[in-house]
């Protein structure tokens, strides 16, 4: 038992000490200035009007932002469209994200994004800072743990995506603030248009910092966008291969933490430490492989879970990075969560992940 608390002791000193490197790593791109792209599968945008800015792009869905004295400034990543369907067409949308948020004045943590026929800019508002948005009440709707009061504004000859113009603003705002979460985008939209508040075609839907006259920092730590199929399903689909990385998936356990060698990744280190995410599966059989490693010559084991039910486990027995496939693993369709979990470390061994890929 002594031996075992070290060993621990040993984990967390471990863990903190590849924390720092790991987000070095994980920092692709910083941008400053307006600027549009793509990148790990996001669509990213900085824009601001003046002011100071800085945007770190790090992986798949996640990003940092620090900005001061801006007059207006927007940082989001998520999903661009070509204004040619509905979100009713394009399936049902959410994103789960965790986030830390310190706005130093006015300022939004949302989901955030336009539709064209008709003009709209609209905002699902989680949190924000010395002001909270209002305008018009049209209702309220509770979902995902909370309730949001809905407001309509109208903005006229303002800035927009077709240049200046006159359009709607549709805002959902949570009566209480929270920095994590799922939030059930389509949702929000079908309660909008039960209102009378119609959307057009989607031009947009992206998990966003906003500031407004202000000063403030934000870093979005995990961020997944789902997109398609009749549930909350998440992009792409396992019909097209999805490969996950593990760092922006979401941790759970007592010591999980990021690593940057021999991989950047994330280290499970005792029993009960996991990461997941949701999936949406079109049909119920896959084949699931995970690159990963041992922290040693020892075998690391690390269980596939989905839907709660245990599916299978990996082996890793060494510490070189290997892939290892689980084959024709049959599963519940729809939205499914999946889980890596470490269930049978008995104390000689850490777990290593890098990324999952489903096909």
Known sequence: ?????????????????????????QAATTITANQTGTQDGYDYELWKDSGTTSMTLNSGGTFSAQWSNIGNALFRKGKKFDSTKTHSQLGNISINYSASFNPGGNSYLCVYGWTKDPLVEYYIVDSWGTYRPTGTKKGTISVDGGTYDIYETTRTNQPSII???????????????????????????????????????????????????????????????????????????????????????TKGGQYTGNISSPFSGVALYANNDLVKYTQYFESGTHSFSLRGASNNSNMAKVDLKIGGVTKGTFYFGGSSPAVYTLNNVSHGTGNQEIQLVCTSDDGTWDAYTDYLEIN
């Open 163 to 249: 240049g200046n113009a006159t359009f709607k603003q549709y805002w959902s705002v949570r009566t209480s603030q929270r920095t994590s979460g799922t939030i059930s985008v389509s949702e929000h939209f079908k309660k909008w248009e039960s209102l009378g508040m119609p959307m057009g075609k989607m031009y947009e839907v992206a998990l966003t910092v906003e500031g407004y006259q202000s000063s403030g920092s934000a870093n979005v730590t995990s961020h997944t966008l789902t997109i398609g199929g009749g549930s909350t399903n998440p992009t792409p689909t396992p019909s097209t291969g999805a490969k996950t990385e593990t760092e922006s998936m």
């Open 1 to 25: 038992m002594k031996q075992r608390r070290k060993r621990l002791f040993l984990a967390i000193l471990v863990c903190f000490a590849l924390t720092i490197p790991a987000v070095i790593v």
